[in-house]
């Protein structure tokens, strides 16, 4: 049989593998609350416009209700020869009103339906990303604040630089991520704008008002080029973009984890709950969580690329290539949100080795930065000068397996005689990471300040980023 939304000029229907190719209901039945609603708008505009008479409206509407409750319960049978969600609701809504039900495409196409099924799924996402990354920054700038002080080695090429507190690593995520809900709110703003009503591709001729569309599906206009609107998908784009970046940040927080879990690191422990055994080494407690946060940002990149090249030297208007940009980001924006929620669960739980942490920091000769700076501020040296003197330090105490601060006052002046008693207290990790109060640094009271200032941010109505 022939398709019967299409079906006119076509003696016999398609061939297996063509319906196969074609269905896209196996994965866009998800967008069935997005259509439904978008037909909802559309079908009282029609009436609206004197387009539709008002009896044709009702049943349409209540039609419409019908299907999506059935949809909601679960009761729908979605049939892979109707192809797409847009086709199986109009084929059940003319199963429950008749004839009429045709009247609701009128002045509408698939193409400017599902851009404006799409736009309204990414938005929703969009949304509930933002505030699933507020609570991860909540999660961050709590344990920055109860750990504001504790002392860790911050790390430049993996190699001990200079001593950092703990509270400071997480608050730097904290940016990051403020930095990642501009993008996704950037990407939300610059979406919404309603296709619907551009028809196949170059409007209608029925006295549409796509404004009042535009506005009943909460977008702040309708969008201007009736060409653009069903060929875009720069909002599927842009927020995947937005979405890897996020995902990169967390697989770096993640890789941190794995490896700060480590027997051989051994600077936090993570929670039961977010740990799993091995079948064979009773021993372990592997940070499988942490290693798929660190993963997943492989989908989301992937979509993300995936998509592009799709999009890559497509033609105007609509090509059914488009279809593809579903899976791809339903899937990456899901395990976005996956990864966000399992980062906030584990950082929750951590418990950072403030004992390990604290002997790290000094390691390394982590505080040489701050014996140059002293002999910079007490001898006026300058500071390429100061650091050849503090090489030299760190050569003779290396030399002999000690730290800095094991080396005697008179093994000290062999490299620069005017250093006195009061180097020893820079040395220490704790007064180094005091003394670095420049807006910015690492000192406990500058990690004070900014933990509380991002915690009071986030409790205020706005939730601002
Ligand atoms: N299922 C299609 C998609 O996802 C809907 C649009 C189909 N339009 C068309 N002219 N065949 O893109």
New binding site residues.
């Given amino acids: 049989m022939s398709n019967r939304m299409?079906g006119g000029r076509f003696a016999s229907g398609p061939a297996e593998i063509m319906e196969e190719i074609n269905a896209?209901i196996g994965f866009?039945k998800r967008l069935a609350p997005q259509d439904i609603r978008g037909s909802l708008a559309h079908v009282a505009m029609l009436g609206k416009s004197g387009i539709l008479p008002s009896a044709d409206v009702a049943a349409i509407e209540d039609g419409l209700k019908t299907v999506r409750a059935e949809i909601e319960g679960g009761g729908f049978v979605f049939k892979r020869e109707l192809?797409?969600?847009?086709m199986s609701v109009e084929s059940r809504l003319t199963e429950i009103v008749g004839p009429t039900a045709g009247r609701l495409h009128t002045a509408r196409?698939?193409?400017d339906?599902?851009a404006t099924d799409?736009k309204l799924w990414v938005r929703d996402t969009l949304d509930s990303l933002d505030e699933q990354a507020a609570g991860l920054q909540r999660a961050l700038a709590e344990k920055a604040l109860a750990h504001a002080a504790t002392v860790m080695p911050g790390f430049t090429h993996l190699q001990s630089a200079q001593p950092v507190t703990f509270g400071h690593h997480c608050l730097a995520y904290v940016e990051m991520l403020a930095r990642d809900r501009g993008r996704f709110r950037d990407a939300r703003a610059r979406l919404n704008e309603c296709p619907l009503g551009a028809a196949?591709l170059a409007g209608t001729s029925f006295p549409i008002d796509r404004h009042a569309t535009a506005q009943a599906l909460g977008f702040d206009r309708p969008t201007a080029n009736s060409l653009d609107s069903v060929a875009d998908r720069d909002f599927a784009l842009e927020s995947l973009s937005a979405a890897s970046i996020c995902a990169v940040h967390l697989s770096r927080f993640a890789e941190e984890l794995v490896v700060w879990t480590s027997a051989q690191f051994n600077f936090v422990r993570l929670s039961d709950g977010y740990t799993t055994g091995s079948s064979i080494m009773p021993q372990k407690r592997n940070p499988d969580a942490a290693e798929l946060v660190r993963a997943k940002s492989g989908r989301v990149i992937g979509a993300l690329t995936g998509l592009l090249i799709v999009m890559k030297g497509l033609p105007l208007a609509?090509s059914?290539d488009?279809?593809e940009?579903?899976e791809g980001t339903f899937d990456a924006l899901q395990a976005l949100s996956l990864c966000l929620a399992a980062m906030t669960g584990m950082v929750r739980d951590l418990k950072p080795n403030a004992d390990v942490l604290a002997r790290a920091a000094g390691s390394g000769y982590a505080t040489a930065t701050d014996l140059a700076d002293w002999l910079v501020r007490e001898l006026g040296l300058p500071f390429r000068e100061a650091h050849h003197v503090t090489g030299r330090l760190v050569g003779a105490a290396s030399a002999r397996d000690i730290g800095l601060e094991e080396l005697s006052l008179s093994e000290m002046q062999e490299a620069e005689p005017r250093i006195t008693d009061a180097v020893y207290a820079v040395l220490g990790v704790e007064n180094s990471v005091s003394s670095r109060t420049s807006y910015g640094g690492t000192a406990p009271d500058n990690v004070r300040t900014q933990a509380t200032r991002w915690l009071a941010l986030l409790d205020a109505p706005s939730g601002a980023a």
């Fill in positions: 299409w896209s866009d192809e797409d969600i847009h196409s698939r193409n339906q599902v799409m196949a609509y059914k488009m279809q940009d579903k």
